[in-house]
């Protein structure tokens, strides 16, 4: 085998194993959407911005749990093989990374959403609940 050959190929292994990775740690709106619509929705679909922004607007069927509760205690009350789905303001937001970390360091199974509410709200325009009992801040 050929020296290009031979590097054409590790690079793809490579690169299979990345993406499948990657898609084992991801989904996005569309899916997660697909997914509720379908009743096919065996996750919690996890908000994990503060309180206050959550109750401005969040993902329908979400529940809020900010990043910075995630513990232990806070988590037992979910059995371990829930399939969380977490995510935060969007792309420029972190914060469903680490919620996904320490899920995942608990012994949860996570998933992060990518794009967050910025592009389940703002550019696919997914349902969403919203505060009406006062002014929005």
């Given at each position: 085998?050929?020296?290009?050959?031979?590097?054409?190929?590790?690079?793809?292994?490579?690169?299979?194993q990345?993406?499948t990775?990657?898609?084992?740690?991801?989904?996005d709106?569309?899916?997660?959407?697909a997914?509720?619509k379908?009743?096919?929705?065996?996750?919690?679909?996890?908000?994990?911005?503060s309180n206050?922004a959550?109750?401005?607007?969040?993902?329908?069927t979400a529940?809020?749990i900010?990043?910075?509760?995630?513990?232990?205690?806070r988590?037992?009350?979910?059995?371990?093989?829930t399939?969380?789905?977490?995510?935060?303001?969007?792309?420029?937001?972190?914060?469903a990374?680490?919620?996904?970390q320490?899920?995942s360091?608990?012994?949860?199974?996570?998933k992060?959403?990518?794009?967050?509410?910025?592009?389940?709200?703002?550019?696919?325009?997914?349902?969403?609940?919203?505060?009406?009992?006062?002014?929005?801040?």
């Amino acid at each position: 085998m050929s020296n290009v050959s031979h590097f054409l190929e590790h690079n793809a292994q490579k690169s299979v194993q990345y993406f499948t990775h990657k898609l084992a740690c991801e989904t996005d709106c569309s899916d997660v959407y697909a997914d509720i619509k379908s009743g096919d929705n065996n996750f919690v679909l996890l908000d994990v911005r503060s309180n206050e922004a959550f109750n401005k607007s969040h993902a329908i069927t979400a529940i809020n749990i900010p990043h910075i509760e995630i513990t232990q205690t806070r988590m037992a009350q979910f059995h371990k093989d829930t399939l969380f789905v977490v995510y935060c303001w969007g792309p420029g937001c972190n914060g469903a990374s680490k919620a996904a970390q320490k899920l995942s360091a608990l012994g949860y199974l996570v998933k992060e959403m990518i794009g967050g509410i910025h592009y389940w709200e703002d550019f696919e325009r997914y349902p969403v609940n919203r505060c009406i009992d006062e002014a929005q801040k």
